[in-house]
C-alpha cells in the first residue's frame, strides 16, 4: 500500500465551480500536512498546510482534515482556468520528510 | 516567502559524463535541504537529506556513490549525478527547510537530459 494516494485524475470542472480534491495516508501517526499545486515544468508551490481535525479555510481554499479516517482533501471554490495543475498531497511522517502522493490533475474549462 | 535558488533549470550531457546541480538557499539559513527526483506524471521521490556539515541520509534505493550530496554551509547544498547514464534523466528538484516543514521551500528544479 502506497503512503500517499492520491487519483491521478484528471478532474474537469468548469470555471466557477468547486473542485474536490482528496488523499489518503497510511501513517496513522502522521502529524502535519500539505496541499502543493504544481504547474507542467515548474516546482512545487504550498497552498496549504493543516495540523488539526476540522476544516481550515484561506481565500478560495478549503483543506479537511480527518485523522480517524485517515483522509484529507482540499476544496477550490470558484474554480478558475489558472487553477488547472497538478495538487500534491504531502504528509510529515517525521523524520524531518515529506511523502507525497503523485498528484491529482485538476483541468477548469472556461 | 524565503527563496531557493537551483541551477542550472537545464542540461544536457553526454553519457559517462558527471553532472552538478547548485540549489542556494538566498535570504535564509537553511540547516536541512531535501532533493528530490521526479519523472514524467509521477511525484516527488525524495532522494536524500541533507545536513549542513554533516554526510547526508539517502532514502532505500538512491545509490549515495552516483548522487554525490555535499551541503558545505547553510546556504549551499550540490548534488553531482556521477557517470550519468540516459535512465539518470529527470527532474530534479531541491528544497530547503527554514525550521519547520511548513516552511519549506522548493527550487526551481533542473531537468536532466542524459544522451
Known amino acids: 500500500q502506497k503512503e500517499v494516494e492520491q487519483n491521478s485524475g484528471p478532474l474537469s470542472v468548469p470555471e466557477g465551480a468547486i473542485a474536490s480534491l482528496n488523499c489518503t495516508y497510511s501513517?496513522?501517526?502522521?502529524?502535519?500536512f500539505f496541499w502543493y499545486r504544481q504547474y507542467s515544468g515548474k516546482s512545487p508551490e504550498l497552498i496549504m498546510f493543516?495540523?488539526?481535525?476540522g476544516d481550515k479555510e484561506d481565500g478560495r481554499f478549503t483543506a479537511q482534515l480527518n485523522k480517524a479516517s485517515q483522509y484529507v482533501s482540499l476544496l477550490i471554490r470558484d474554480s478558475q482556468p489558472s487553477d488547472s495543475a497538478t495538487y500534491l498531497c504531502?504528509?510529515?511522517?517525521?523524520?524531518?520528510?515529506?511523502?507525497f502522493g503523485t498528484g491529482t490533475r485538476l483541468l477548469v474549462s472556461p | 516567502g524565503a527563496v531557493v535558488s537551483q541551477h542550472p533549470s537545464w542540461v544536457i550531457c553526454k553519457s559517462g559524463t558527471s553532472v552538478k546541480i547548485e540549489c542556494r538557499s538566498l535570504?535564509?539559513?537553511?540547516?536541512?535541504m531535501f532533493w528530490y527526483r521526479q519523472f514524467p506524471k509521477q511525484s516527488l521521490m525524495l532522494m536524500a537529506t541533507?545536513?549542513?556539515?554533516?554526510?547526508?541520509?539517502?532514502e532505500q534505493g538512491v545509490e549515495k556513490d552516483k548522487f554525490l550530496i555535499n551541503h558545505a554551509s547553510l546556504t549551499l547544498s550540490t548534488l553531482t549525478v556521477t557517470s550519468a547514464h540516459p535512465e539518470d534523466s529527470s527532474f530534479y528538484i531541491c528544497?530547503?527547510?527554514?525550521?519547520?516543514?511548513?516552511?519549506?521551500?522548493f527550487g526551481s528544479g533542473t531537468q536532466l537530459s542524459v544522451l
Open positions: 541533507s545536513n549542513e556539515g554533516s554526510k547526508a541520509t539517502y
Open positions: 528544497s530547503a527547510e527554514q525550521g519547520a516543514a511548513e516552511k519549506l521551500f
Open positions: 493543516i495540523y488539526s481535525n
Open positions: 504531502a504528509v510529515n511522517t517525521g523524520f524531518q520528510k515529506l511523502v
Open positions: 501513517d496513522r501517526g502522521s502529524q502535519s
Open positions: 535570504d535564509f539559513q537553511a540547516t536541512t
